[in-house]
């Protein structure tokens, strides 16, 4: 039988033991799903909307996920960024936000190189906590595959504290003021929020005034979703859906193709077009018209909105000569699908220092590209897709707090990708909703 790994498969662990990988395999394909089918379905319908030009995707979370950063403070700061970002882009801009974390299950990495070099020392790349350890050492490097089945467990619990924040009151609207208090004095975006949050608070007073139910403000949809990466994990995670008797990935609501996984008949493509979960693909610079076309019918045969979200990471420099021929052509050819703009990917560089990094203006360029391509054509930029983190992180440069290169090793803590402090992401919410005003 031809398995997906015969299809060509990029970017996989070479797992040294073949009956622990076995065993953890085994381990996965009888614990009970972290998501339900029928909630993958409502984001699906919720993507259907970002679709038809009538709502806004907001993604984000960490480049990777670790296993000891599920603390609650790390879950509920990148949670609380995301629920204010999300309400300033809801009512500075009057659209329905669809949130969508970057977390619980976003634990493996594609790398550009498989080995890393320290000091005359070449290890294994790190490939996430999904695979081996980021500790530089031989050890520390050797893919283990009960990793995966810790995967599922950390998994499970930030996604349970998530649930438990966003229906239990954490997320109630009437709490807009609270997310920002340790912030407020201390950072004019924060001033800024909390004159918004002034304005909500005295339009919920109006609204309960002419007698809206309070109750309606007290919980808020938010999903998971992470790059589907490791074969093993997402085919053990696959499940037939008790109501419809179709398949569905039942290790997050929503996943995606990386770019460096999207080849149309490797194996990545193949397992997620079986699925019936949302699901996204990332598109780089390279992607042609015919490719990304070529990827929607494989993906999504049926033109099923909702069902496929294209992620453009093109680079600030290059947006605005290759967006436009992509969206023009898959647009003629029919095909339904969201538009999504993640402006970190294609911004990366290294600092002198040696720190990966990203520019907070190049960031806003890649957006601003993105918004201004698609009112050119007439097509409607749904969303983005941000690395983030809650914390007040030195990772990229710029922003309101001018970090420059020299902070960055302040507070470095990723262990991939630079990500956008909570100042930033704060500010970025701002700037796109400005342009969605617009
Ligand atoms: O997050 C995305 C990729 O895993 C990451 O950008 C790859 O980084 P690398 O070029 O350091 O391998
Ligand atoms: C690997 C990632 O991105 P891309 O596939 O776009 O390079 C990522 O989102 O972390
Ligand atoms: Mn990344």
Redesign the pocket.
């Known amino acids: 039988m031809q398995t997906l790994r015969d299809l060509g498969a990029a970017q996989q662990p070479q797992w040294p033991n073949q009956a622990a990988l076995d065993a953890a395999v085994g381990k996965l394909r009888s614990v009970p799903p972290l998501v339900f089918a029928g909630e993958c379905d409502d984001l699906k319908s919720k993507l259907a909307a970002v679709t038809r030009g009538e709502a806004f995707l907001l993604q984000g979370g960490d ?2 996920e670790t296993f000891d950063g599920v603390t609650a403070d790390n879950v509920r700061n990148k949670l609380r960024v995301l629920l204010q970002m999300a309400v300033v882009l809801t009512y500075a801009a009057s659209v329905p936000v669809v949130k969508l974390g970057r977390l619980a299950g976003q634990y493996a990495k594609p790398r550009s190189s498989d080995t890393e070099t320290r000091e005359g020392l070449t290890l294994p790349a790190y490939r996430g906590d999904a695979v081996n350890g980021f500790e530089f050492t031989a050890e520390s490097r050797v893919p283990d595959p009960q990793r995966l089945v810790e995967v599922y467990h950390a998994s499970a619990s930030t996604l349970n504290l998530v649930r438990a924040f966003v229906t239990g009151g954490y997320a109630d609207l009437r709490q807009v003021h609270t997310w920002n208090t340790d912030f407020v004095k201390s950072s004019p975006v924060g001033r800024r929020y909390e004159q918004l949050a002034d304005e909500i608070d005295r339009a919920l007073t109006f609204m309960k005034a002419i007698g809206a139910d309070p109750d309606e403000f007290h919980r808020v949809d938010f999903h998971s979703s992470h790059e589907a990466l490791i074969l093993e994990y997402e085919h053990a995670l696959t499940r037939v859906d008790s109501r419809t008797q179709q398949p569905y990935d039942v290790s997050s609501h929503f996943v995606w193709i990386g770019e460096r996984t999207r080849q149309l008949d490797g194996a990545h493509v193949e397992l997620l077009s079986h699925i019936k979960n949302p699901i996204g693909v990332k598109l780089g610079p390279t992607t042609t018209p015919d490719d990304a076309i070529a990827l929607a019918n494989k993906l999504n045969p049926e033109n099923e909105p909702g069902r496929l979200t294209f992620i453009t990471r093109m680079g600030a420099g290059k947006i605005r000569d290759l967006l436009p021929n992509l969206v023009e052509k898959v647009t003629a050819a029919g095909i339904q699908v969201a538009w999504v703009c993640d402006p ?2 294609g911004n990366t560089w290294e600092a002198s220092s040696g720190y990966k990094t990203r520019s907070f203006e190049d960031v806003i360029h890649e957006v601003q590209g993105f918004f201004d391509v698609h009112h050119a054509l007439g097509t409607w930029p749904g969303g983005v897709h941000v ?1 983030l983190t809650g914390d007040d992180v030195t990772e990229c440069v710029g922003g309101g707090e001018a970090l420059a290169e020299i902070d960055l090793g302040n507070r470095y803590e990723s262990v ?2 630079p990500r956008l402090n909570r100042v930033q992401s704060l500010e970025l919410s701002f700037l796109v909703a400005e342009m969605l005003r617009k």
Do not use: K, L, V
Request: proline fraction near 0%.
């Open positions: 480049c990777a970190m990917h690395e991939c990708d």
